[in-house]
T-cell receptor, first 112, second 114 residues
């Protein structure tokens, strides 16, 4: 089992709809959480950090559920430009060092 | 966008040949990283550097070596390329090792080993 798991999708969603997807992590020592966005054949770019109390950035809302060990990303009023792969990243400390564990990503396709 | 370039952007090579990928930054960041990205896998760290001549292994370092002789350049070498090293390679930079949200990626290099 992978330490960070995401549904690969694709999620096919009509423009204007709300879509949400989760990322589960297995190591309870995980400390910090992030969502990155990756456009087709491009590099990953930070979308947002995920804070314990949940946080919002415009149409995007990120939440953390430590008890169930998952983070979620919700996109409201989806735009065609939201089509991308969304990568979940978990940071944890190991042997006095930090390690980033990346999910394989969830592909989102917004249809007109 | 952060000033990170990678060269070459695409390369096709044959099994057994040496390959060097270059990452160049203009941000003067201390940390530089090499990742590979394969379908069905998250990004996996190959090696990273925390200063000139200071490097350390990541989770998938076998078959790869790195060098950093200048702050701005981080080289990844495949001494004898194998088909399993066919992948997309991303370089990244950051000011802080502890803050992944400060990490910026280069455009990537698509490597095919025949």
């Amino acid at each position: 089992r992978k330490e960070v798991e995401q549904d690969p999708g694709p999620f096919n969603v009509p423009e204007g709809a709300t879509v949400a997807f989760n990322c589960t992590y297995s190591n309870s020592a995980s400390q910090s959480f992030f969502w990155y966005r990756q456009d087709c054949r491009k590099e990953p770019k930070l979308l947002m950090s995920v804070y314990s109390s949940g946080n919002e950035d415009g149409r995007f809302t990120a939440q953390l559920n430590r008890a169930s060990q998952y983070i979620s990303l919700l996109i409201r009023d989806s735009k065609l430009s939201d089509s991308a792969t969304y990568l979940c990243v978990v940071r944890r400390e190991m042997d006095s060092n930090y390690q980033l564990i990346w999910g394989a990503g969830t592909k989102l396709i917004i249809k007109p | 966008d952060a000033g990170i370039t990678q060269s070459p952007r695409h390369k096709v090579t044959e099994t057994g040949t040496p390959v060097t990928l270059r990452c160049h930054q203009t941000e003067n960041h201390r940390y530089m990283y090499w990742y590979r990205q394969d379908p069905g896998h998250g990004l996996r760290l190959i090696h990273y550097s925390y200063g000139v001549k200071d490097t350390d292994k990541g989770e998938v370092s076998d078959g790869y070596s790195v060098s950093r002789s200048k702050t701005e350049d981080f080289l990844l070498t495949l001494e004898s390329a194998t088909s399993s090293q066919t992948s997309v390679y991303f370089c990244a930079i950051s000011e802080s090792r502890e803050r992944p949200d400060t990490q910026y990626f280069g455009p990537g290099t698509r490597l095919t080993v025949l």
